[in-house]
Protein backbone atom coordinates (compact mmCIF):
# COMPACT_ATOMS: atom_id res chain seq x y z
CA UNK A 1 0.00 0.00 0.00
CA UNK A 2 1.33 2.86 -1.34
CA UNK A 3 0.36 5.26 2.30
CA UNK A 4 2.79 8.45 2.97
CA UNK A 5 0.41 8.65 6.34
CA UNK A 6 0.85 5.69 8.79
CA UNK A 7 -0.31 6.74 12.37
CA UNK A 8 0.89 3.62 13.24
CA UNK A 9 4.54 4.83 13.50
CA UNK A 10 4.06 6.93 16.76
CA UNK A 11 2.96 4.10 18.55
CA UNK A 12 5.88 1.67 17.63
CA UNK A 13 7.82 1.68 20.92
CA UNK A 14 7.49 2.54 24.34
CA UNK A 15 9.38 5.58 23.99
CA UNK A 16 7.33 6.67 20.56
CA UNK A 17 4.33 6.09 22.83
CA UNK A 18 6.02 8.18 25.58
CA UNK A 19 6.57 11.21 23.46
CA UNK A 20 3.19 11.35 21.50
CA UNK A 21 1.54 10.83 24.77
CA UNK A 22 -1.22 13.81 25.10
CA UNK A 23 -2.49 12.96 28.61
CA UNK A 24 -0.61 12.15 31.78
CA UNK A 25 -1.83 11.37 35.33
CA UNK A 26 0.57 12.73 38.24
CA UNK A 27 -0.51 11.95 42.16
CA UNK A 28 -0.64 15.85 42.93
CA UNK A 29 -3.66 15.91 40.71
CA UNK A 30 -5.49 13.45 43.25
CA UNK A 31 -7.68 14.46 46.20
CA UNK A 32 -8.09 11.92 48.24
CA UNK A 33 -11.36 11.02 50.27
CA UNK A 34 -11.10 10.09 53.89
CA UNK A 35 -13.64 9.09 56.16
CA UNK A 36 -14.17 9.65 59.54
CA UNK A 37 -15.57 8.24 63.00
CA UNK A 38 -15.70 9.80 66.45
CA UNK A 39 -14.30 6.14 67.27
CA UNK A 40 -10.76 5.63 69.15
CA UNK A 41 -10.73 2.53 66.05
CA UNK A 42 -10.54 2.90 62.54
CA UNK A 43 -13.59 0.52 61.26
CA UNK A 44 -14.17 -1.14 58.31
CA UNK A 45 -16.62 -0.08 56.10
CA UNK A 46 -19.16 -2.84 55.20
CA UNK A 47 -20.50 -1.15 51.59
CA UNK A 48 -16.75 -0.09 50.59
CA UNK A 49 -14.32 -2.58 50.85
CA UNK A 50 -11.12 -1.73 51.15
CA UNK A 51 -12.63 1.60 53.08
CA UNK A 52 -12.00 2.54 56.51
CA UNK A 53 -13.85 5.02 58.82
CA UNK A 54 -10.65 6.44 60.09
CA UNK A 55 -10.02 7.33 64.09
CA UNK A 56 -8.12 11.11 64.03
CA UNK A 57 -4.66 8.76 65.09
CA UNK A 58 -5.92 6.64 62.12
CA UNK A 59 -6.53 9.42 59.64
CA UNK A 60 -3.02 11.33 60.10
CA UNK A 61 -1.27 8.01 59.75
CA UNK A 62 -3.25 7.52 56.64
CA UNK A 63 -3.09 11.15 55.60
CA UNK A 64 1.07 11.10 55.97
CA UNK A 65 1.68 7.83 54.07
CA UNK A 66 -0.60 9.81 50.84
CA UNK A 67 1.56 12.79 51.49
CA UNK A 68 4.61 10.52 51.01
CA UNK A 69 3.03 8.98 47.69
CA UNK A 70 2.56 12.19 46.18
CA UNK A 71 -0.94 12.87 47.17
CA UNK A 72 -1.21 16.48 48.78
CA UNK A 73 -4.90 17.30 48.86
CA UNK A 74 -7.41 15.41 51.01
CA UNK A 75 -11.32 15.66 51.75
CA UNK A 76 -13.16 14.80 54.89
CA UNK A 77 -16.83 13.26 55.35
CA UNK A 78 -17.99 12.58 58.83
CA UNK A 79 -20.24 9.77 60.09
CA UNK A 80 -21.77 11.58 62.78
CA UNK A 81 -23.35 9.47 65.92
CA UNK A 82 -27.17 9.32 65.46
CA UNK A 83 -27.98 10.81 68.72
CA UNK A 84 -26.09 14.20 67.36
CA UNK A 85 -28.47 14.33 64.01
CA UNK A 86 -31.32 17.36 64.44
CA UNK A 87 -33.22 18.43 62.08
CA UNK A 88 -31.88 21.87 62.23
CA UNK A 89 -28.20 19.90 61.52
CA UNK A 90 -26.75 22.28 64.79
CA UNK A 91 -23.60 19.74 64.94
CA UNK A 92 -22.55 20.91 61.83
CA UNK A 93 -21.82 24.32 63.12
CA UNK A 94 -20.22 22.59 66.20
CA UNK A 95 -16.55 24.80 66.40
CA UNK A 96 -15.48 21.62 68.58
CA UNK A 97 -17.17 18.97 66.46
CA UNK A 98 -15.57 15.86 64.47
CA UNK A 99 -14.80 17.81 61.60
CA UNK A 100 -13.10 20.87 63.20
CA UNK A 101 -11.42 18.74 65.42
CA UNK A 102 -10.01 16.34 62.45
CA UNK A 103 -8.94 20.11 60.18
CA UNK A 104 -6.89 21.19 63.32
CA UNK A 105 -5.19 18.14 64.22
CA UNK A 106 -4.25 17.39 60.22
CA UNK A 107 -2.82 20.77 59.80
CA UNK A 108 -0.51 20.54 63.09
CA UNK A 109 0.80 17.13 61.56
CA UNK A 110 1.00 17.82 58.06
CA UNK A 111 0.66 21.81 57.28
CA UNK A 112 1.44 21.09 53.69
CA UNK A 113 -1.80 19.42 53.41
CA UNK A 114 -4.53 20.87 51.17
CA UNK A 115 -7.45 20.11 53.22
CA UNK A 116 -10.71 20.42 52.17
CA UNK A 117 -13.72 20.01 53.97
CA UNK A 118 -17.34 19.13 52.57
CA UNK A 119 -20.32 22.17 53.02
CA UNK A 120 -23.95 20.21 53.38
CA UNK A 121 -26.21 19.14 56.07
CA UNK A 122 -27.41 15.33 55.85
CA UNK A 123 -24.27 13.55 57.85
CA UNK A 124 -25.43 16.34 60.32
CA UNK A 125 -29.29 16.40 59.71
CA UNK A 126 -31.70 13.83 61.14
CA UNK A 127 -34.21 13.58 57.81
CA UNK A 128 -30.85 12.47 55.68
CA UNK A 129 -31.10 15.69 53.71
CA UNK A 130 -28.58 17.89 52.02
CA UNK A 131 -30.51 21.31 53.75
CA UNK A 132 -33.45 21.83 56.12
CA UNK A 133 -36.55 19.61 55.78
CA UNK A 134 -40.06 21.46 55.92
CA UNK A 135 -42.70 19.63 57.32
CA UNK A 136 -44.34 19.23 53.85
CA UNK A 137 -41.13 17.52 52.67
CA UNK A 138 -39.83 20.59 50.93
CA UNK A 139 -36.48 21.14 50.75
CA UNK A 140 -35.57 25.26 52.14
CA UNK A 141 -33.31 26.63 50.22
CA UNK A 142 -32.71 30.20 51.67
CA UNK A 143 -32.98 28.48 55.14
CA UNK A 144 -30.45 26.21 54.39
CA UNK A 145 -27.43 28.51 52.90
CA UNK A 146 -28.02 30.47 56.24
CA UNK A 147 -26.72 26.91 57.73
CA UNK A 148 -24.00 26.36 55.26
CA UNK A 149 -22.38 29.77 55.79
CA UNK A 150 -22.08 28.98 59.12
CA UNK A 151 -20.76 25.94 58.21
CA UNK A 152 -18.14 26.84 56.48
CA UNK A 153 -16.99 29.24 58.98
CA UNK A 154 -16.24 26.91 60.96
CA UNK A 155 -14.14 24.63 59.08
CA UNK A 156 -12.17 28.11 57.70
CA UNK A 157 -11.71 28.85 61.44
CA UNK A 158 -10.74 25.30 62.44
CA UNK A 159 -7.90 26.05 59.56
CA UNK A 160 -9.29 24.45 56.14
CA UNK A 161 -7.97 25.36 53.06
CA UNK A 162 -10.74 24.80 50.60
CA UNK A 163 -14.58 24.61 51.55
CA UNK A 164 -16.85 22.66 49.08
CA UNK A 165 -20.29 23.04 49.18
CA UNK A 166 -21.79 19.73 47.73
CA UNK A 167 -25.90 20.42 48.51
CA UNK A 168 -26.77 22.22 45.37
CA UNK A 169 -28.83 24.87 47.20
CA UNK A 170 -29.22 28.33 44.65
CA UNK A 171 -27.41 30.79 45.70
CA UNK A 172 -25.09 28.76 48.42
CA UNK A 173 -21.40 29.97 46.47
CA UNK A 174 -21.99 33.59 46.83
CA UNK A 175 -23.48 32.78 50.14
CA UNK A 176 -20.79 31.15 51.64
CA UNK A 177 -18.15 33.73 49.60
CA UNK A 178 -19.50 36.99 51.28
CA UNK A 179 -19.55 35.56 54.77
CA UNK A 180 -16.03 34.02 54.39
CA UNK A 181 -14.81 37.69 53.05
CA UNK A 182 -16.47 39.62 55.74
CA UNK A 183 -15.02 37.56 58.29
CA UNK A 184 -11.58 37.86 57.16
CA UNK A 185 -10.84 34.13 55.29
CA UNK A 186 -10.09 35.90 51.85
CA UNK A 187 -8.04 32.91 51.24
CA UNK A 188 -10.41 30.10 52.09
CA UNK A 189 -11.16 28.47 48.71
CA UNK A 190 -14.72 27.09 47.40
CA UNK A 191 -14.55 24.47 45.23
CA UNK A 192 -18.58 23.89 44.45
CA UNK A 193 -20.26 20.64 43.41
CA UNK A 194 -21.38 22.48 40.52
CA UNK A 195 -22.95 19.76 38.15
CA UNK A 196 -23.66 16.85 41.19
CA UNK A 197 -26.75 14.72 39.34
CA UNK A 198 -29.13 12.33 41.19
CA UNK A 199 -27.28 9.40 40.30
CA UNK A 200 -27.78 6.00 41.43
CA UNK A 201 -23.70 5.74 41.69
CA UNK A 202 -23.86 7.03 45.56
CA UNK A 203 -25.58 4.49 47.68
CA UNK A 204 -22.15 2.94 49.01
CA UNK A 205 -20.81 6.08 49.98
CA UNK A 206 -24.49 6.76 51.78
CA UNK A 207 -23.45 3.92 53.66
CA UNK A 208 -20.72 4.74 54.72
CA UNK A 209 -21.66 7.86 56.39
CA UNK A 210 -25.34 6.38 57.65
CA UNK A 211 -26.87 9.62 55.12
CA UNK A 212 -29.77 8.35 53.36
CA UNK A 213 -32.84 10.29 53.36
CA UNK A 214 -35.07 9.20 55.68
CA UNK A 215 -38.09 9.77 53.05
CA UNK A 216 -37.95 11.42 49.96
CA UNK A 217 -35.05 11.20 47.34
CA UNK A 218 -32.72 14.14 46.21
CA UNK A 219 -34.12 14.79 42.70
CA UNK A 220 -35.38 18.63 44.03
CA UNK A 221 -31.38 19.85 44.11
CA UNK A 222 -29.60 17.30 42.26
CA UNK A 223 -29.36 17.37 38.68
CA UNK A 224 -31.60 15.45 36.23
CA UNK A 225 -29.19 12.72 34.76
CA UNK A 226 -30.77 13.44 31.62
CA UNK A 227 -29.74 17.00 31.29
CA UNK A 228 -26.52 18.72 30.31
CA UNK A 229 -27.19 22.15 29.07
CA UNK A 230 -28.45 22.70 32.92
CA UNK A 231 -24.61 22.23 33.99
CA UNK A 232 -23.59 25.23 31.66
CA UNK A 233 -26.12 27.75 34.10
CA UNK A 234 -24.90 26.04 36.97
CA UNK A 235 -21.51 26.28 35.88
CA UNK A 236 -21.77 30.25 34.99
CA UNK A 237 -23.68 31.06 38.68
CA UNK A 238 -20.84 29.39 39.98
CA UNK A 239 -18.22 31.50 38.65
CA UNK A 240 -20.21 34.57 39.06
CA UNK A 241 -20.79 33.87 42.51
CA UNK A 242 -16.86 33.45 43.45
CA UNK A 243 -16.51 29.46 42.83
CA UNK A 244 -12.42 28.89 42.59
CA UNK A 245 -12.74 25.23 41.11
CA UNK A 246 -15.72 23.48 39.68
CA UNK A 247 -16.43 19.90 39.90
CA UNK A 248 -18.98 17.31 38.23
CA UNK A 249 -20.46 14.36 39.90
CA UNK A 250 -19.96 12.00 39.26
CA UNK A 251 -17.22 11.10 36.87
CA UNK A 252 -17.16 8.07 34.50
CA UNK A 253 -20.69 8.42 33.34
CA UNK A 254 -20.89 12.27 33.10
CA UNK A 255 -17.28 12.56 30.55
CA UNK A 256 -19.50 14.95 28.35
CA UNK A 257 -20.51 17.10 31.54
CA UNK A 258 -16.55 17.93 31.84
CA UNK A 259 -15.67 17.68 28.61
CA UNK A 260 -18.55 20.61 28.42
CA UNK A 261 -17.34 22.63 31.10
CA UNK A 262 -14.14 22.44 30.44
CA UNK A 263 -14.50 24.69 27.32
CA UNK A 264 -17.03 26.64 28.96
CA UNK A 265 -14.73 28.51 31.78
CA UNK A 266 -11.19 29.30 32.33
CA UNK A 267 -11.48 27.36 36.32
CA UNK A 268 -9.80 24.69 37.54
CA UNK A 269 -12.32 21.80 36.73
CA UNK A 270 -12.58 18.64 39.51
CA UNK A 271 -14.31 15.17 38.88
CA UNK A 272 -15.38 13.10 41.88
CA UNK A 273 -15.12 9.46 40.70
CA UNK A 274 -17.89 8.06 43.27
CA UNK A 275 -18.31 5.08 45.48
CA UNK A 276 -20.22 3.53 43.00
CA UNK A 277 -17.83 3.75 40.27
CA UNK A 278 -14.77 2.62 43.17
CA UNK A 279 -17.63 -0.58 43.96
CA UNK A 280 -18.00 -1.60 40.13
CA UNK A 281 -14.16 -1.67 39.69
CA UNK A 282 -12.86 -3.09 42.68
CA UNK A 283 -16.06 -5.81 42.31
CA UNK A 284 -15.20 -6.76 39.04
CA UNK A 285 -11.57 -7.57 39.84
CA UNK A 286 -12.03 -9.02 42.83
CA UNK A 287 -14.20 -11.84 40.80
CA UNK A 288 -11.30 -12.08 38.26
CA UNK A 289 -13.34 -10.27 35.25
CA UNK A 290 -11.12 -7.18 34.55
CA UNK A 291 -7.43 -6.54 35.52
CA UNK A 292 -7.91 -4.13 38.29
CA UNK A 293 -4.53 -2.10 37.93
CA UNK A 294 -5.06 -1.42 34.56
CA UNK A 295 -8.48 -0.56 34.66
CA UNK A 296 -7.93 1.93 37.50
CA UNK A 297 -5.59 3.83 35.64
CA UNK A 298 -7.66 3.63 32.37
CA UNK A 299 -10.74 4.93 34.07
CA UNK A 300 -8.39 7.99 35.81
CA UNK A 301 -7.05 8.76 32.32
CA UNK A 302 -10.39 8.79 30.76
CA UNK A 303 -11.60 11.05 33.39
CA UNK A 304 -8.17 13.56 33.21
CA UNK A 305 -8.31 13.35 29.29
CA UNK A 306 -12.18 14.81 29.26
CA UNK A 307 -11.01 18.16 30.71
CA UNK A 308 -10.81 17.39 34.77
CA UNK A 309 -7.44 18.95 36.30
CA UNK A 310 -7.99 17.08 39.44
CA UNK A 311 -9.75 14.59 40.48
CA UNK A 312 -11.40 12.87 43.30
CA UNK A 313 -10.78 9.07 44.29
CA UNK A 314 -10.77 6.47 46.46
CA UNK A 315 -7.83 4.92 44.53
CA UNK A 316 -5.32 7.97 45.14
CA UNK A 317 -3.37 5.63 46.86
CA UNK A 318 -2.90 2.96 44.53
CA UNK A 319 -2.72 4.89 41.75
CA UNK A 320 -0.16 6.89 43.09
CA UNK A 321 1.97 3.68 44.22
CA UNK A 322 1.45 2.81 40.66
CA UNK A 323 2.33 5.71 38.91
CA UNK A 324 5.58 6.44 40.57
CA UNK A 325 7.03 2.67 40.17
CA UNK A 326 6.18 2.62 36.74
Known sequence: ??????????????????????????????????????????????????????????????????????????????????????????????????????????????????????????????????GLVAPNGTILNDETVAILCNQALTHARAGADVVSPSDMMDGRVGAIRSALDSHGFTS????????????????????????????????????????????????????????????VKPAGPYLDIIHALRAATPLPIAAYQVSGEYLMIRSAAAAGWLDEKKMILESLTGIHRAGADMILTYFARQAARWLLND
Open 188 to 247: TAILSYTAKYASACYGPFRGALDSAPRAGDKKTYQMDPANAREALREAALDEAEGADILM
Open 1 to 130: MNLPIRPRRNRQSPALRGLVRETRLHPEQFIYPLFLSGSSADEPIASMPGCQRWSLDGLVSEATAAFAEGIRSVVLFPRIDDTLKTPRAEEAINPDGLIPTAIRTLKHALPDLAVITDIALDPYNSDGHD
